[in-house]
């Protein structure tokens, strides 16, 4: 069984450009008109966008139950962070991101995974 998209993509083209009275082959600027016509196309309809994201981000997160705290600074990101393992009862232990070692939250944590 040959599971070669490509030739079944080409397969499936030739059909289309026969059933529109062309010729089974591409010819050379076909993909160059094609690509040109795209690029001119205007996008469709497209959904309003909010005024304020972090609003909406804030009322999404607690529609799904989530915890949201907005601080004004990083800094103050380890002093929440403490706070809500804390008010919560829960383990100071956490994995990290690699990337996010290094931030500022993470020395409200007793432990630090990777």
């Given at each position: 069984?040959?599971?070669?998209s490509?030739?079944?993509?080409?397969?499936?083209?030739?059909?289309?450009?026969?059933s529109?009275?062309?010729?089974?082959?591409?010819?050379?600027?076909?993909?160059?008109?094609?690509?040109?016509?795209?690029?001119?196309?205007?996008?469709?309809?497209?959904?309003?966008?909010?005024?304020d994201?972090?609003?909406?981000f804030?009322?999404r997160?607690?529609?799904?139950s989530s915890?949201?705290?907005?601080?004004?600074?990083?800094?103050?990101?380890?002093?929440?962070l403490?706070?809500?393992?804390?008010?919560?009862?829960?383990s100071?232990?956490?994995?990290?991101?690699?990337s996010?070692?290094?931030?500022?939250?993470?020395?409200?944590?007793?432990?630090?995974?990777?």
């Amino acid at each position: 069984m040959n599971f070669d998209s490509q030739a079944a993509k080409d397969r499936i083209f030739s059909k289309i450009r026969v059933s529109q009275g062309r010729s089974q082959e591409s010819k050379g600027g076909e993909m160059a008109d094609s690509e040109a016509f795209l690029a001119q196309k205007s996008l469709g309809p497209q959904p309003s966008q909010p005024k304020d994201l972090i609003e909406l981000f804030v009322e999404r997160s607690i529609q799904m139950s989530s915890t949201v705290d907005v601080l004004d600074t990083s800094a103050a990101i380890a002093d929440a962070l403490d706070s809500y393992l804390t008010s919560g009862q829960l383990s100071k232990t956490a994995v990290v991101w690699p990337s996010l070692q290094g931030a500022p939250w993470t020395g409200a944590l007793v432990n630090k995974g990777v």
